[in-house]
């Protein structure tokens, strides 16, 4: 499932093997292998791999059948559920504006799992 699920994406993103192994610093022997089932990725690379390629390990390991990230769902969520939190520090000092800023960018740099 790996290795068809992974040259569909990389052909998706219109990448070559040469350039997808420069991406996630390998080679093209590598991804070459991945692709034709002689190797498998470690946990590492396969992280690496779904970040490369915008799309996640259960897409490429096949548990899901939707290639898109769910980055942009989970920011949704994420956002209503912090506004209860937040919504004291919109109008607030410059201080509170710094803090607020610390908040979201600590909940962005968690968004992918």
């Not at 040469?18 to 991945?34: D, M």
């Not at 970040?51 to 989970?74: E, R, V």
Request: glycine letters at 4%; hydrophobic letters at 30%; a positive charge.
């Amino acid at each position: 499932m790996l290795d068809h699920r992974l040259k569909i994406a990389r052909k998706a993103k219109k990448m070559t093997q040469e350039q997808l192994a420069i991406k996630v610093q390998t080679t093209k022997g590598t991804i070459s292998n991945y692709e034709n089932g002689h190797s498998t990725p470690s946990n590492e690379m396969l992280v690496l791999l779904a970040n490369s390629l915008n799309t996640t390990t259960d897409y490429l390991l096949g548990n899901t059948n939707n290639p898109a990230p769910f980055l942009n769902k989970k920011k949704t969520k994420l956002s209503s559920r912090l506004s209860p939190i937040t919504l004291p520090l919109k109008n607030g000092t410059k201080n509170c504006r710094n803090r607020r800023k610390r908040i979201w960018r600590s909940f962005e740099r968690c968004g992918r799992f």
